[in-house]
């Protein structure tokens, strides 16, 4: 089992920035990758960035070059930064962790991110 942790999310203003954290614990071995997604209200959980255990990246294009995704192996931990935020990246913002042979999937709790005009 892995266990998830996200932290960071908050009320930011548009255009701002805000960093999430997710820290991964548990039997972490054999991650092949970590993500992030998100769920506003009334839609389905989308895609937003994900990172393999080797480094590669990959966003939905609608935080290209706004967001990015990078991973601290020593500490477990996966971040999100996002910058220039619009209205339309409010969300709950869930991490996502794919492990072993069969890519079994854990989510993180979620943590809100709110961007106000």
């Known amino acids: 089992q892995v266990q998830l942790v996200e932290s960071g999310g908050g009320l930011v203003q548009a255009g701002g920035s805000l960093r999430l954290s997710c820290t991964a614990s548990?039997?972490?071995?054999?991650?092949?990758?970590m993500g992030w997604y998100r769920q506003a209200p009334g839609k389905q959980r989308e895609l937003v960035a994900t990172i393999t255990s080797g480094g590669s990246t990959n966003y939905v294009d609608s935080v290209k070059d706004r967001f990015t995704i990078s991973r601290d192996n020593a500490k477990n931990t996966v971040y999100l930064q996002m910058n220039s935020l619009e209205l339309e990246d409010t969300a709950v913002y869930y991490c996502?962790?794919?492990?072993?042979?069969?890519?079994?999937?854990?989510w993180g709790q979620g943590t809100q991110v709110t961007v106000s005009s």
């Open positions: 548990g039997s972490i071995f054999s991650i092949n990758a």
């Open positions: 996502n962790a794919r492990q072993g042979r069969y890519n079994t999937i854990y």
